[in-house]
């Protein structure tokens, strides 16, 4: 089993950054894809941005040149760098790690950006 922990939501204000990071545990293989998803109320859940662990990134089209993904390899974790918040990026936001088929969630942080 895999677990995912998420820190680092909050509230913030339009223009405004925020870090979220995500910490994995339990069975990690070497070869997987961390990142983020995020739902906002009435919407579906959206892809945000993933990372392999060899460094591919993925961004949605609407977080491009505002929000970075990056991540540690040795410590299982990931992190996203949000910068210039806009109040549409308000969402739960949730960690996700697939491998070998499987996709594990985390049980979201709350992001809200105030206009």
């Known amino acids: 089993q895999v677990q995912l922990v998420e820190s680092g939501g909050g509230l913030a204000q339009a223009g405004g950054s925020l870090t979220l990071s995500c910490a994995a545990s339990g069975s990690i293989f070497s070869s997987n894809a961390m990142g983020w998803y995020r739902q906002a109320p009435g919407k579906q859940r959206e892809l945000v941005a993933m990372i392999t662990s060899g460094g591919y990134t993925n961004y949605a089209d609407s977080v491009k040149g505002r929000f970075t993904i990056s991540r540690d390899n040795a410590e299982n974790t990931v992190s996203l760098q949000m910068n210039n918040l806009q109040p549409e990026d308000t969402a739960v936001y949730y960690c996700?790690?697939?491998?070998?088929?499987?996709?594990?969630w985390g049980k979201g942080t709350l992001v809200t950006v105030s206009s």
């Open positions: 996700a790690l697939r491998q070998h088929g499987m996709s594990y």
